[in-house]
């Protein structure tokens, strides 16, 4: 499984820089070979999945156990033929400080990452 390194794109404040066009960073958010993405996690990402009429499924990894024991992946939803938004994520979703997603049929996925850097 190869994983597609994002950066984020922080979303603008008001001002000359907005608005955050999203339309062209999915369009540059191709996966290629990859199965899914992943990003150094500051809690303050969100991911803008656009899916295709074939749909896609998603899941994301836990990287913290209880008591020793794993914890499944969450699997939320993914809207085939529309823009979905997942996140922000919790530190203890991830690995290291590392997020991980992954993406059943990566082929129908497109995506960009955005960044809020406001207070939350």
Same mark, same amino acid.
């Given at each position: 499984?190869?994983?597609?390194?994002?950066?984020? =794109? @922080?979303?603008?404040?008001?001002?000359?820089?907005?608005?955050?066009? +999203?339309?062209?960073? /999915? $369009?540059?958010?191709?996966?290629?070979?990859?199965?899914?993405?992943?990003?150094?996690?500051?809690?303050?990402?969100?991911?803008? /999945?656009? %899916?295709?009429?074939?749909?896609?499924?998603?899941? /994301?990894? /836990?990287?913290?156990?209880?008591?020793? @024991? $794993?914890? $499944?992946?969450?699997?939320?939803?993914? =809207?085939?033929?529309?823009?979905?938004?997942?996140?922000?994520?919790?530190?203890?979703?991830? +690995?290291?400080?590392?997020?991980?997603?992954?993406?059943?049929?990566?082929?129908? %996925?497109?995506?960009?990452?955005? @960044?809020?850097?406001?207070?939350?």
């Amino acid at each position: 499984m190869t994983l597609l390194t994002l950066t984020p =794109t @922080q979303l603008p404040r008001t001002g000359s820089s907005a608005p955050l066009n +999203l339309t062209t960073l /999915i $369009a540059a958010g191709t996966l290629g070979s990859n199965s899914g993405v992943t990003w150094a996690n500051t809690g303050r990402e969100f991911l803008v /999945i656009a %899916v295709a009429s074939g749909g896609s499924t998603c899941s /994301i990894p /836990i990287g913290t156990t209880i008591e020793g @024991q $794993a914890v $499944a992946p969450l699997t939320p939803t993914l =809207t085939a033929s529309a823009t979905n938004v997942i996140g922000p994520f919790p530190t203890d979703e991830t +690995l290291n400080g590392v997020m991980t997603v992954n993406f059943g049929t990566a082929a129908n %996925v497109t995506v960009a990452l955005v @960044q809020y850097v406001g207070v939350i």
